[in-house]
């Protein structure tokens, strides 16, 4: 079954679908029309780009090449993960690549090499939009957890000074805040798991079934990246957490101020 | 007598303000002495740099004659119990705070008895009742005994005091006196209460972070 393509008139008049909620932002006084302009035109140019370069990957189909495309998702996306949790890049930057690295290539692998078995491991088709998916998810995960472990040691400061001078070591220390900020972050992707299907069609497997797929070959890729983003997510967030407290508080134990962006 | 700590020439300062400026004095084993001094002193600074919670600026403490790293603050800690003005117990129940460090790899296998308990909340006049309350809803004044309860059964023998007192009704105070009566405990406290400072052996008067006067107390 071929996919319908979408042709520039037609792509004109769906960029028409947003005039309707513009125009009813504008009636209830909301004046957003910078905003929904900047995103639109952003969306549009962003995955042109990604159209461009994942037919590249896909033509070139090179090991080297689509390791060093995935190598700099990981960058960016750790970058963006300590920016969105208020962290400082020079304190946590290695540890979160470290972690997101990990996790991302043990989840994308496992896919690629264990479940779907394409002909070649590193078959570009395969390897860079699981990677992008899977760390996708991943990074949502990895801002929660040390976004909620930092805020959480910082707001209850003196809690886990008193647990520090009863003889607990950091690790005993912090571990109340740690679990909490795990659960938090692998919550949405449970959520997401346990609702998958019945409040909503997963986007992954819409693309698939327009793209021609059956859907029974849909569900099952789609069991296998949900499955893929909740391993990455988990052990991302708690490899993340144990190696960033390495540099997140002095030679007695005591959180670093200096580790976050504000104040 | 033995020195226990010693701060010598001590300077604290947060961005724009000294707090410590030069502070030297040196405290025995055995003895309890009292920070005095008005707010802003310099008092509660003093407690929390030994503690490691404040860095250094200037100057040097020794903990048991050896100077403060990473192995001499483990060993203040290991005998050291701080207890602030609103004491944090970090647990819902009151017996679950008492009990609390000894879920921690170092007080492991040291678990106090029902009997254990029951006696350190006696010395503090409190009612073994009050072990299944939720120490959310108990009063200041209970939650710093039962703070000081479990630096007892800890075994701590030099407690940092922030004003301990200052929730306490006269019959607690008492209590509180005679506990630390005891000459194996040492004390370093922070007070304004003149019926605690009566009891300490020894006054190191602060202003604007500087020590001005360390005197030994006639009365105690």
């Known amino acids: 079954m071929n996919t319908l393509d979408i042709a520039p008139p037609q792509m004109a008049v769906l960029y028409g679908l947003c005039l309707l909620p513009w125009l009813a932002l504008w009636l209830i006084g909301l004046r957003l029309s910078r905003d929904i302009l900047i995103g639109i035109v952003r969306m549009s140019l962003q ?22 495309w ?58 860079v939009p699981l990677a992008g998916m899977v760390l996708g998810n991943c990074q949502q995960g990895n801002v929660i957890a040390l976004e909620r472990f ?59 079934i327009l793209g021609g797929s059956e859907p029974w070959l849909a569900v099952k890729y789609q069991i296998a990246i949900m499955i893929g ?33 504000k104040g | 007598m033995s020195a226990i700590i010693e701060f010598s020439h001590v300077t604290v300062s947060v961005p724009d303000k000294i707090i410590l400026s030069e502070v030297s004095f040196t405290l025995n084993a055995g003895e309890k002495a009292v920070l005095c001094g008005k707010s802003g002193s310099g008092k509660s ?4 740099t030994l503690l490691g919670l404040l860095p250094l600026q200037g100057g040097a403490i020794y903990f048991q004659g050896k100077p403060l790293d990473v192995l001499a603050m483990a060993a203040i800690r290991r005998h050291t119990a701080y207890i602030g003005q609103e004491p944090v117990l970090g647990a819902e129940t009151v017996r679950a705070a008492l009990l609390l460090p000894f879920q921690f790899k170092a007080h492991r296998g040291h678990k106090p008895t029902d009997t254990q308990l029951k006696d350190v909340l006696a010395q503090l006049q409190l009612s073994a009742d009050i072990l299944e309350q939720d120490s959310s809803r108990i009063s200041g004044g209970e939650k710093q005994r039962i703070a000081l309860a479990r630096g007892l059964l800890l075994g701590k023998s030099l407690y940092l005091l922030d004003e301990v007192t200052s929730a306490l009704d006269d019959e607690s105070k008492q209590a509180v006196f ?42 105690a």
């Open chain 1, 150 to 208: 930092y805020s959480a040691l910082r707001s209850n400061e003196l809690e886990y000074q008193t647990f520090l001078l009863l003889g607990a070591t950091r690790w005993e220390a912090a571990r109340p805040y740690y679990r909490i900020a795990v659960q938090a972050a692998i919550s949405p992707t449970l959520a997401n798991m346990a609702t998958m299907g019945l409040v909503s069609l997963p986007g992954m497997m819409t693309g698939q």
């Open chain 1, 47 to 68: 995955l042109a780009l990604v159209g461009f370069y994942l037919k590249t990957l896909f033509s070139l189909d090179d090991p080297w090449l689509n390791a060093l």
């Open chain 2, 45 to 48: 600074t003093v407690l929390k």
């Open chain 2, 178 to 219: 005679a506990v630390f009566a005891q000459p194996s405990l040492t004390v370093l406290s922070v007070a304004h209460d003149p019926d605690w400072i009566a009891c300490c052996t020894r006054v190191l008067q602060l202003e604007d972070g500087r020590l001005l006067e360390d005197s030994l107390h006639e009365h």
């Open chain 1, 229 to 261: 983003i909740f391993a990455s997510t988990t052990l991302a967030c708690i490899i993340n957490l144990k190696l960033s407290m390495r540099m997140a508080f002095n030679a007695y134990d005591v959180l670093r101020r200096e580790v976050f962006a």
């Open chain 1, 70 to 127: 995935i190598f700099v998702m990981l960058v960016v996306a750790d970058l963006s993960i300590l920016q969105r949790a208020g962290l400082k890049a020079r304190f946590f930057a290695l540890s979160t690549l470290v972690a997101i690295t990990f996790s991302t290539l043990f989840a994308t692998f496992y896919l690629v090499v264990l479940v779907i078995q394409p002909e070649y491991f590193y078959d570009a088709r395969y390897l």
